[in-house]
């Protein structure tokens, strides 16, 4: 796994990492930035993986490319995890203390909101 600067988990982290910049770089290919609509995204190459929205939602993004890569950059930005098994993506929610909820995934869509 690549080494970042920093990982945030939610729009409040992303502020702090940014600290009034529109742009920081946090490794290879991998950049979080402030949007228009002053939404943080965190983009893998020319894609916004992630968008942390500021009323707390937080979506993400393939753009296509679902590679070794783009998962392993969506897991350090997100609390739940992306896996795959037999060629399908899936979601799952990590309950806090309890950990990851391993029982219940969710089909991973484009777009899709997490916690």
């Not at 988990?9 to 529109?22: P, Q, R, W």
């Not at 965190?42 to 979506?59: A, C, Q, Y």
Request: charged share 25%; aromatic share 10%; glycine share 8%.
């Amino acid at each position: 796994m690549a080494k970042l600067k920093a990982t945030p988990k939610n729009y409040a982290e992303a502020a702090e990492v940014l600290a009034g910049c529109d742009s920081i770089r946090l490794g290879n290919n991998t950049y979080l930035e402030r949007d228009i609509m002053n939404n943080i995204t965190v983009r893998l190459h020319s894609t916004d993986i992630v968008v942390f929205h500021k009323e707390g939602k937080t979506t993400l993004h393939t753009g296509g490319y679902r590679t070794v890569t783009t998962k392993e950059r969506l897991n350090q930005f997100i609390k739940g995890r992306v896996y795959q098994k037999d060629h399908n993506w899936y979601y799952v929610v990590n309950r806090g203390e309890l950990g990851i909820d391993w029982s219940k995934p969710i089909d991973f869509e484009e777009g899709m909101e997490v916690q």
